[in-house]
């Protein structure tokens, strides 16, 4: 709504979008929980994070199932339909009538402008715990953009699969990768880090990783707990913490840079038809 209503530009909407895609990514409760169980669990225990990779986020898991909705009825439709023509159904037929819906006229409504099944999505997606990145680097191929996947700078992020994070002049362990290295070797989420190879740390952790990484890397930490203990980490052949963004592509084709158009100008001209 922000792009259709000319606050966003096209970069700055690929921008928002490129960030709930790392959010995804970045929340290892996506291995472990679907979409639809997290959604639940948001009843039991509300926003609170809790136990560490357990869930997902609804908002950034939902802004993502809805943008390949959106993408796979355009791409069926020859962009024809969208996911609009979707909720436009669900109020008219629905709300309007002041009667409530259940999933499977969701699901229908989706399979009747698509002629086409859609219940392995659900599945997959919305039930599941299936890897979103084949699926949505197919789908936004289709519209001239490209998933960019990078690794990340960091080499505690990349090497050793922990990422860190300042608070009240304590660098903190905020993130670990699962089956990483630092997972392996007992590093905690809040564990605060004071030394590397006992030497300490002062806003210089990335140096001295780097420093000692032919070796094992020794941390010092101290516990939430207030216990201190020492945590060697060994490097493997895997990687850890990558960067997502989505990008135009470099060289679209003509049937690429259509199907981009048609979905960016029938955003914009609907929106301010209903407007008007």
């Not at 960091?154 to 608070?167: L, N, P």
């Not at 060994?234 to 135009?248: A, I, P, Q, T, W």
Request: proline share 3%; hydrophobic share 35%; aromatic share 12%.
């Amino acid at each position: 709504m922000l792009f259709r209503s000319g606050v966003y530009s096209i970069p700055q909407f690929l921008k928002e979008i490129s960030v709930r895609i790392q959010k995804h990514f970045d929340n290892f409760g996506r291995l472990n929980s679907s979409v639809a169980d997290s959604s639940f669990d948001t009843w039991l225990d509300g926003y609170v994070p809790g136990v560490p990779n357990k869930k997902v986020s609804i908002y950034d898991e939902g802004c993502l199932i809805a943008l390949m909705t959106d993408l796979m009825i355009r791409r069926k439709t020859n962009n024809e339909k969208s996911l609009d023509d979707v909720m436009r159904a669900l109020h008219y037929d629905f709300a309007a009538r002041k009667i409530g819906y259940a999933e499977n006229d969701y699901i229908s409504i989706i399979e009747n402008l698509t002629n086409e099944g859609v219940a392995d999505f659900f599945i997959d997606y919305v039930y599941g715990t299936e890897d979103y990145e084949p699926l949505l680097t197919d789908l936004v191929s289709h519209f001239g953009l490209r998933l960019q996947k990078t690794l990340s700078k960091k080499s505690c992020e990349r090497e050793y699969g922990f990422r860190t994070v300042e608070e009240a002049g304590a660098l903190k362990v905020l993130k670990i990768a699962p089956a990483s290295p630092a997972d392996e070797a007992g590093l905690g989420k809040d564990d605060e880090i004071i030394a590397v190879n006992d030497l300490k740390v002062e806003n210089n952790l990335e140096e001295l990783i780097e420093h000692f990484r032919a070796a094992i890397v020794t941390l010092k930490v101290v516990t939430p707990m207030k216990k201190i203990k020492t945590i060697s980490l060994e490097l493997s052949h895997d990687k850890y913490f990558y960067e997502y963004k989505l990008v135009r592509s470099e060289n679209p084709t003509t049937h690429q840079q259509k199907f981009f158009s048609d979905w960016m100008k029938s955003s914009v001209s609907k929106t301010y038809s209903f407007m008007n």
